[in-house]
């Protein structure tokens, strides 16, 4: 299973920015969908998640600024972010937990390689 991010970037604060991420790959359902991000010296941190079923969960910091949704055609989540502050600087990784065709059953707990938000004062 691989996981392709994009649409990280500089923006000013106040701004918006979509991230995607696209699963691929031996998958036979997404159980659950998500964004985290991680900060230079602090630890990685929820951003949100979104369930098969619709449930979501936000982090404290960005709720009702970020909202997360996904393509189930496409295997793709999103994170649309407004209002960014300079405190949303971060990497962001995306996350699934999938259900494999092969070894058909399986769960998989996989991390895409990251995107760089920037947000300026």
């Known amino acids: 299973v691989q996981l392709q991010a994009s649409g990280g970037g500089l923006v000013q604060a106040g701004g918006s920015l979509r991230l995607s991420c696209a699963a691929s790959?031996?998958?036979?359902?997404?159980?659950?969908m998500g964004w985290y991000r991680q900060a230079p010296g602090k630890q990685r941190e929820l951003v949100a998640v979104?369930?098969?079923?619709?449930?979501?969960n936000y982090g404290d910091s960005v709720k009702g600024r970020f909202t997360i949704s996904r393509d189930n055609a496409k295997n793709t989540v999103y994170l649309q972010m407004n209002s960014l502050k300079p405190e949303d600087t971060a990497v962001y990784l995306c996350?699934?937990?999938?259900?494999?065709?092969?070894?058909?059953?399986?769960?998989?707990?996989?991390w895409g390689q990251g995107t760089q938000v920037t947000v300026s004062s």
């Open positions: 996350n699934v937990l999938v259900t494999t065709t092969q070894p058909m059953g399986a769960l998989l707990d996989r």
């Open positions: 790959g031996s998958i036979f359902s997404i159980n659950t």
């Open positions: 979104l369930s098969s079923g619709g449930s979501t």
